[in-house]
DNA sequence: ACGGTTATTGGTCGCATGACCAATTGCTTT
DNA sequence: AAAGCAATTGGTCATGCGACCAATAACCGT
């Protein structure tokens, strides 16, 4: 961790400070919680004043919102990488089947409630809600992306690709819904869901998207 | 509302004062989200001083809590009487595509937003997880129960009812994630999906659950 | 009519938050 | 080496929260 000392001063650039407070703040975001993104709690994860997080951040709302959109921002390019390293090899169908293979994965928990929190806490914080929003959009159009590229390739057979992506997103965020309440009882159907719902919409036979 | 004036003292029946209070923080909790239910609030909702609320409510969690599944209740009372008025006229079909159609209108949209609250807050309150994960069951139940009855009287063809209605919760919880961040983009795809998803899990043409 | 039970008041306490600010000190430029 | 800029400190302030409690007054049974 961050030394315990009396606080020997550090002075950073400020572009650098800046993305180092924002990357905390994911850090707490995506483990603790939106809520727990407050000035003192990020400036001690720095080891640091909470008048210098402040100083970044007059406002806390921009704080939260850009937590949120380092965070999630990261997760969807190690979800779906933008440029697939190799072209030859990460055909659309197989990345998409190693979408769903992490997306059902553990690791992916503490994003399902990271989700869940930013859509709710977005009712009182304008500031996040906006950020929410386009992060939102942003993983849909590259689901889109991913399901255009398969259509051309013949591997998939969709009208509207984009009706797709909403879709199976759905299906993701409403399985993500019971993130923190889940009773075993509905683990069983739910856990396939999204993946099924993804092979229909795109024409392909069932198991298609399983883990191979 | 209720007076202004400097506060001539009432008595009640305790448990009537205690439902008195657990239906004000019930229409707090759906109306201004979960985090207002507070003893100050719910004080003030009902002219009262914030401490008799402390008194029937020691911890603050219980509050939240039944508040939550208060509302919760009435609204799934709403939505799917447990006993149909007229059994040679609410059919299982008529009842499902009533249940649809007020699922899917603007007066639902509280009830959205209090579901996608109770289940971020879950994860930081135990008492009201408990309440969520009991609601989250009887809510699929009713459901489950419904599909039977349909099966019976062959409406409807489903082999699995508590899966079907497992799937058709998601399918709902999915759409309603988005209800503080709607984007105009997914609107539309997202519209009716839940009840093509019915549809297809019980064996319905296409359309059967439109409102007639 | 009266006394006792207890629902209710009205206040206090400790804690956490965001906002704000003058003083300090590390670094760069001259 | 000196000066100046600004990143950083370390504190204050008002607000809202839950918890707690002694005093009060409304209602009941006698």
């Not at 407070?21 to 994911?26: E, G």
């Not at 990020?42 to 949120?68: C, I, K, N, T, W």
């Not at 009712?123 to 996040?128: F, K, N």
Request: glycine share 6%; net charge neutral; with cysteine.
């Amino acid at each position: 961790m961050t030394s315990r000392g009396p606080s020997k001063r550090v002075r950073k650039a400020p572009a650098e400070r800046r993305t180092e407070i924002v990357t905390a703040a994911a850090r707490v975001g995506l483990t603790e919680g939106l809520e727990c993104v407050t000035l003192r709690r990020v400036a001690d994860e720095l080891g640091v004043q909470p008048g210098l997080v402040g100083h970044y951040f007059p406002s806390a709302d921009r704080l939260v919102a850009e937590a949120f959109t380092s965070a999630t921002m990261a997760e969807l390019d190690s979800l779906l990488p933008d440029e697939p390293a190799d072209p030859g090899h990460d055909t659309p169908l197989r990345t998409l089947r190693r979408f769903f293979t992490l997306t059902s994965s553990a690791d992916f928990d503490n994003v399902s409630r990271l989700w869940l929190n930013a859509r709710h806490l977005s009712r009182y914080r304008p500031v996040l809600r906006d950020h929410v929003v386009d992060q939102e959009l942003l993983w849909c159009r590259r689901i889109e992306q991913l399901i255009t590229a398969g259509t051309r390739t013949r591997t998939f057979r969709c009208d509207d690709p984009w009706a797709a992506a909403v879709r199976i997103l759905v299906a993701i965020d409403g399985a993500s819904a019971y993130i923190n309440t889940s009773a075993d009882h509905r683990a069983a159907p739910i856990a396939h869901m999204a993946r099924t719902i993804a092979e229909t919409e795109l024409g392909l036979p069932p198991g298609a998207l399983e883990p191979s």
